[in-house]
């Protein structure tokens, strides 16, 4: 199947990071905001799911959420998650069917951390899932603005300048 079968078939719709994307789960029950950590406001369902598909020359934009996010691999090329932890370490994760070249089948960004991701080398698209937990709400959503990241991150300003939009 080519990007554009995936996009049509799966419903999947342009999302703000950049690539594709449709919620596929979200579940019916929830968590009280005082059963939560203190960085979240408000009730959030117990996980959420969606079918992310990003293409060659696109990216997911550098964010960071308030809950971890477990990426799942589908079909295509393989996806490289890019993830700056706390401490300004780059971490690259190549999400995909190669277990043998060291590609792994789910892989998990931790809560808090810069991350984005890119089809991986020369591949022309990725297809993932991604499940959240505690579920995905916008409101915990926050792209990096390239500027403010760059001061913090300066030894991958490179890298930031090429996985930002803002």
């Known amino acids: 199947m080519k990007v554009n079968d995936y996009v049509t078939q799966l419903k999947l719709q342009p999302h703000p990071e950049g690539g594709y994307y449709r919620e596929t789960y979200r579940s019916s029950e929830g968590i009280a905001a005082s059963g939560l950590p203190n960085r979240f406001e408000g009730e959030r369902s117990f996980a959420t799911a969606i079918y992310f598909l990003i293409e060659k020359g696109n990216f997911s934009a550098l964010h960071r959420i308030k809950s971890d996010e477990t990426w799942h691999f589908y079909a295509g090329d393989a996806l490289e998650v890019i993830e700056l932890d706390e ?6 994760t190549r999400v995909g069917p190669h277990l043998d070249k060291g590609e792994v089948f789910q892989y998990t960004a931790k809560a808090g951390r810069w991350f984005g991701s890119r089809v991986a080398g020369e591949g022309l698209f990725s297809l993932v899932g991604c499940t959240v937990s505690p579920g995905f709400d916008f409101r915990d959503f926050e792209m990096a603005k390239c500027e403010e990241l760059v001061k913090e ?14």
């Open 87 to 92: 401490l300004g370490n780059l971490i690259l």
């Open 153 to 166: 991150f300066p030894q991958h300003e490179a890298l930031i300048r090429q996985m930002t939009r803002i």
